[in-house]
T-cell receptor
Framework: DSGVTQTPKHLITATGQRVTLRCSPR?????VYWYQQSLDQGLQFLIQ???????AKGNILERFSAQQFPDLHSELNLSSLELGDSALYFC??????????????FGSGTQLSVL | GDSVTQMEGPVTLSEEAFLTINCTYTATGYPSLFWYVQYPGEGLQLLLK?????DKGSNKGFEATYRKETTSFHLEKGSVQVSDSAVYFCALSGVQAGTALIFGKGTTLSVSS
């Protein structure tokens, strides 16, 4: 058990809908990362938050947004969903800002299916 | 931009066979290099890492050496077990704080008894 909790584990929805994925980092970790895993693209970095502020941005679509709350949990919001958004979404956390040799702790992921 | 290329899988081996999974990278500066492992139904876990050239990371019988001259970080294990069946990801992290991990596409390893 990594200590990172993601809910829900599975989500099935329809095209055009909006969903929210939730992540609770390990106790004491200040950084939260979101990744998207799909068969064709592999593991793609979406966005990172550190202590409530956006720290780094990757290949995140404009239809997607995220935030980190004062209690350090994070939410990833996906809107106007398309079939291609079906993927496994991982949250990870780390103690500080993601220094070069800092270890990431991953949750078990949320499997999103858009029908 | 920075990137990681891994050998395509799946890799299928018999128990006690020797394992090599190739990984090469493209990066500016001198990144840190990692191998993560994903067991079925779970998130990724750090397997080993190396932070500078010629460093060797090792864990659970797995090893990888940071080779700057060939920009490689190949994963090896002398004798695989069925329990090593998983997906293995090579990753790099830039030198600046806040740089996210960039992953390869992953290599599936299947070990049979």
């Amino acid at each position: 058990d990594s200590g990172v909790t993601q809910t829900p584990k599975h989500l099935i929805t329809a095209t055009g809908q909006r969903v929210t994925l939730r992540c609770s980092p390990r106790s004491g970790d200040l950084s939260v990362y979101w990744y998207q895993q799909s068969l064709d693209q592999g593991l793609q970095f979406l966005i990172q938050y550190y202590n409530g502020e956006e720290r780094a941005k990757g290949n995140i679509l404009e239809r997607f947004s995220a935030q980190q709350f004062p209690d350090l949990h994070s939410e990833l919001n996906l809107s106007s969903l398309e079939l291609g958004d079906s993927a496994l979404y991982f949250c990870a956390s780390s103690p500080q800002t993601g220094l070069a040799n800092e270890k990431l702790f991953f949750g078990s992921g949320t499997q999103l299916s858009v029908l | 931009g920075d990137s990681v290329t891994q050998m395509e899988g799946p890799v299928t081996l018999s128990e006690e066979a020797f394992l090599t999974i190739n990984c090469t990278y493209t990066a500016t500066g001198y990144p840190s290099l990692f191998w993560y492992v994903q067991y079925p139904g779970e998130g990724l876990q750090l397997l080993l890492k190396a932070t500078k050239a010629d460093d060797k990371g090792s864990n659970k019988g797995f090893e990888a050496t940071y080779r700057k001259e060939t920009t490689s970080f190949h994963l090896e294990k002398g004798s695989v077990q069925v329990s090593d069946s998983a997906v293995y990801f090579c990753a790099l992290s830039g030198v600046q704080a806040g740089t996210a991990l960039i992953f390869g596409k992953g290599t599936t390893l299947s070990v049979s008894s």
